[in-house]
DNA sequence: TTGATTTGTTAATCTACATGAATGCATAGG
DNA sequence: CCTATGCATTCATGTAGATTAACAAATCAA
């Protein structure tokens, strides 16, 4: 999505905020969580587990929007919290931003499609994760994904699949040496 | 939702179709993937690997839509199987009937929170995938969709769950053992 | 620059879950 | 009715990936 306007009605030069690599955006456990538009840069959501270990949910470079649906749709604390891999412009969609009264017909016809999107996507990593071994589920993200693993540590690839850093380079490893 | 006029202008009487406990709606490699709004019964979506494996992505019981969403957003041939779990009463859906150009405003809308309250339940879903242990996994199934266990058989679950129906009948003996 | 922290890699060990096979039950079909 | 097929459970064994630890390279802070 080049354009924010076509989902929504505002100045996008007013209300674009500027972030440094590290800041974080949201927290869990707080409310009111609201949905980001990276004009510029990457943010990552992800979670925390009782042994404090990171979950990357998502990554979001220039034109994705990122948010905690779940915590939006369920009206629950956040779940996620959303911060800042590079340095990064955003734009901040609250919930009344999002749903206002005054959006087009083409607006939210535009939405839908955005998250029907998002919903193929889920769908496909949904089944990656039930179905496939971790160096499967690697090479189809580098296919999907392949600007994406030059911009963000290893590390948190290998959280993104849900396996462990040391997984990922001996992963790593087979596949450089088969080639 | 109680009613697809919600979302859909047609005659909910005239386009029922049934199908009996077995009978496949959909194969994978079809195009033209369509969806089923399901009045009564039960059906499930799944897909096989190269081993031959099922692995199913998701349950609709009465009242819900199931389709391969990825393989209509995307314009491949699908990837899932969908089938009949128990007789049911199913509305068929076409790509046409879905995007008809007469929907209505407060129709897009209600599509619109569909698809984000699909959003959230995939969003979950894939977090408990990466960050939680099966037996764990089970348990927030349990709690989530508390009337699917009394209509599938465990091996469905199982699959579901990403596991094997050998695991998940050694996770429910520890679970008894323990109350 | 220098020391300190983060990152990626490799290797040894451990564990959750897969695989394969045997058994008892239920269900379906002839 | 009997037999066949599918389902759930249990057990023995195998394995992908977790854990722990050690080390080198890169990055950061002072």
Chains 1, 2 share one sequence.
Not at 20 to 34: F, T, V, Y
Not at 37 to 51: A, E, M, N, P, Q
Request: charge should be positive; charged fraction near 30%.
């Amino acid at each position: 999505m080049e354009n924010i306007n076509e989902i929504l009605n505002l100045d996008s030069e007013k209300n674009t905020s500027r972030f440094n690599k590290g800041e974080i955006l949201q927290r869990a456990e707080e409310n009111c969580s609201k949905a980001f538009f990276v004009k510029k840069g990457l943010l990552r959501s992800y979670t925390i587990d009782d042994k404090g270990k990171e979950h990357i949910f998502m990554f979001a470079p220039e034109g994705w929007v990122i948010a905690d649906i779940e915590s939006q749709e369920f009206k629950q604390p956040a779940k996620l919290f959303i911060d800042c891999i590079e340095d990064s412009e955003v734009i901040i969609l609250d919930r009344g931003l999002l749903h206002k009264p005054d959006r087009g017909f083409d607006q939210i016809k535009k939405n839908e499609t955005l998250l029907s999107r998002r919903v193929a996507v889920l769908q496909r990593r949904v089944i990656m994760l039930i179905s496939a071994s971790a160096k499967d589920r690697y090479e189809s993200f580098l296919e999907t994904y392949p600007k994406i693993p030059n911009r963000v540590p290893q590390r948190m690839i290998a959280s993104y699949l849900g396996i462990t850093p040391q997984a990922l380079s001996t992963i790593r490893g087979e596949i450089s040496r088969k080639k």
